[in-house]
């Protein structure tokens, strides 16, 4: 009897044993990529320009078929709003990982990717930035990484741009008070040394009305004006110029206003000069083929980083191929060694600091309602 209860309970724990097996956790059926951005507010077009290029790039890897250590899976789109907040883009990082998402295509803004960061950190998931201050990645978290050049070289860049207008100028800095905007503009205004800064202040990220700040441009004789502000604060900007006689000047801004929405700013006001990390998607080699597809998807031209967020999907699909897992503990080493095709930059790299090892900045002017490149360099 007592052997037959040994039996008995040997069988039990086999059984036991093989359903707690087949409970390993593995390879899902449904893989969740997640994207938190801006969706409301006044970048809300900036942010779901992320999203549509991160949707196009599921639906194509989803037709082509992804097999991940064997196993066929789909990947899901999984969006939050994290409305340009620092403490709305925490809830909405919080949203993405209660959904179970295996990777973020987020933020838009630093100070939201900055506060978000641990969160993704803690769950070991990868975070894609397209924000570029240099402190995103040097918060010493496995999980940071930047799908373009940071603002140590588009800082460069601008106070480059700003410093080699031929003969002299008096210069405004004006930034948003944003970690991003405040950091970019310290820095360039920083290479302007010798020249006359008579304005160097912070605004904010969403006023429209400079009621206050042109009388003392128009005062102090401002004709260069360097800002991080955003696209539509400086086409409101542009208007208040010029109806205040202020014809002449040459703005030099961020990628913030290397913009579609730009286009639409009074050029009356003078020169509009725009440094960016982010490169437009005719620049690139394959970026003829996803603006065409883009345009019949989604009717009009992507708005400001769409083919990023395309090929940081691309990018990922292949690191969950070479790690053969989608668990972040060898999903986030696979993402800082795979040599996988981006689609349109083709060169979409991450270091062993989560830094894009192939960025560059390029500076354009806008000419006749178009951006048209000047230059670029990744040694500024």
Known sequence: MFAHTRVALGLLL??????????????????????????????????????????????DIN???????????????????????????KA???????????????????????????????????????????????????????????DDLQSKAMGSIANSLPGEHVYAVVD???????????????????????IRTSLDDKTTDFKALVPQLVEKKVDVFVTTL????????????????????????????????????NTAVGTIYA?????????????????????????????YAAHYAYDAVWVLSAAMKQAKSVDGAKLVPALKSVDALAPVTSSMRFGPDGEQRYGSVSVYQLNRGSWFLLTRSDVW
């Open 275 to 303: 440094t960016s990390p982010i490169i437009g998607a005719s620049e690139f080699t394959g970026g003829k083929p996803f603006l065409d597809r883009f345009r019949t998807l989604y009717k009009h031209e992507p708005i």
């Open 63 to 89: 037709k082509e078929g992804l097999k991940i250590d064997g196993k066929i899976v789909k990947l899901e789109l999984v969006t939050a709003d994290d409305k340009a907040d620092v403490e709305a883009g």
């Open 176 to 198: 948003d008070a944003t970690p991003y905007g405040k950091g970019l503009a310290d820095t360039a205004a920083a290479q302007l040394k010798g020249k006359t800064i008579a």
């Open 230 to 265: 955003a696209d539509f604060q400086v086409v409101a900007l542009a208007d208040q110029m010029v109806a205040a006689g202020m014809k002449n000047m040459q703005i030099i801004g961020s990628d913030t206003i290397k913009t579609e929405g730009m286009l639409k700013a």
């Open 14 to 59: 086999l059984v036991g044993m093989a359903a707690l097996a087949g409970c390993k956790p593995g390879v899902p059926d449904t893989v969740k990529i997640g994207v938190a951005q801006p969706l409301t507010g006044p970048l809300k077009e900036l942010g779901q320009d992320m999203v549509d290029g991160t949707r196009m790039a599921i639906d």
């Open 92 to 150: 909405a990082a919080r949203t993405l990982v209660d959904a179970g998402v295996v990777a973020v295509i987020g933020h838009l803004n630093s100070g939201v990717s900055i506060a978000a960061a641990p969160i993704y950190a803690e769950k070991m998931i990868p975070q894609l930035a397209i924000s570029t201050n240099p402190k995103y990645t040097k918060l010493e978290l496995p999980t940071t990484l930047r799908l373009v050049a940071n």
